[in-house]
């Protein structure tokens, strides 16, 4: 199989623990797509924490996009052009507040370039660290949010926010709820996921599903895995989703990447 797309999630995929590409990763990167294939980055991350990453893969030379939100939007590298977009209403987000304070977790969005908390927590300042977006504290998350979002992040310790995801699943059964971290349970519209998002990008470059490939490690990768031809876990995987791929290769912290590239593409 000739593959023309690899789709990549980055926070303990691509990137190692210390949030960087190894050397051996970019190699084979770079290669992969002097041959014509498509480099993807798809992430749960917003789209501008994303773009220094992608310019260093020199994604934006190669023409190609970023997937970011865990969906909800797609866009250029080269010039941050919006091809798709998909919001939670302010409705929603509301909603997901009372809900948040019923369970009692932690919840974050992001509103204009800032993520928007009524509290503080170690997994917030995990968040700040990971997309250098500055954190506003708000007296009101509501009065804040005055208008859609493309997500919210429910957070707390992971073993009581794998019950939190149950109940957040069973109870807003309309919203696309997905794990990004062990105490990350991120919430978007309706039909928003990776998968959704990656088979819109496909038809637009007409690239059939078959000739693409996927990396991830948790559980919002898991419908790209899914869709893919083929769906490759790196060994760091939630222990719960490795059977659910096709393929497991190394970690992210020994170029698992790399390998699925020399294997699949370079070979």
């Known amino acids: 199989m000739q593959y023309k797309m690899l789709v990549l999630d980055m926070d303990d995929t691509l990137l190692t623990d210390d949030h960087k590409i190894s050397d051996l990763n970019k190699k084979v990167l770079l290669e992969a797509q002097a041959k014509g294939v498509y480099v993807v980055l798809a992430s ?27 969906g909800a939007i797609i866009s250029t590298v080269k010039d941050d052009v919006v ?4 919001t939670l209403t302010q409705k929603q987000i509301h909603e997901l507040y009372d809900y948040s304070v019923k369970m009692k977790t932690h919840i974050i969005t992001y509103l204009d370039g800032e993520i928007i908390s009524e509290t503080n927590s170690e997994f917030i300042e995990i968040e700040k660290e990971i997309t250098g977006l500055p954190h506003r504290i708000v007296s009101s998350f509501k009065d804040a949010i005055y208008k ?17 995801e149950k109940d957040l699943k069973a109870t807003m059964p309309n919203l696309s709820v997905a794990m990004s971290k062990p105490f990350f349970l991120e919430a978007a519209q309706t039909g928003i996921d990776k998968a959704a998002s990656l088979r819109i990008l496909a ?14 490690n ?7 895995i899914e869709y893919a031809g083929l769906g490759v876990w790196v060994d760091n995987v939630t222990p719960e989703l490795r059977d659910f ?10 170029d698992g990447v790399a390998e699925v590239v020399q294997r699949y593409i370079l070979n």
């Open 148 to 164: 859609p979002a493309v997500k919210c992040i429910l957070l707390e310790q992971p073993s009581y926010l794998k019950e939190v």
């Open 83 to 86: 091809l798709f977009e998909q």
């Open 44 to 70: 749960g991350r917003p789209t501008s924490a994303m773009t220094a990453y992608a310019k260093e893969l020199e994604l934006d030379l190669n023409n190609s996009y970023l997937i970011s939100f865990n």
């Open 245 to 254: 791929a096709d393929v497991i290769v190394a970690s992210n912290n020994n």
């Open 203 to 216: 038809e637009k470059l007409n690239i059939e599903q078959s000739e693409i490939i996927a990396v991830g």
């Open 218 to 224: 948790a559980g919002n990768d898991l419908t790209m």
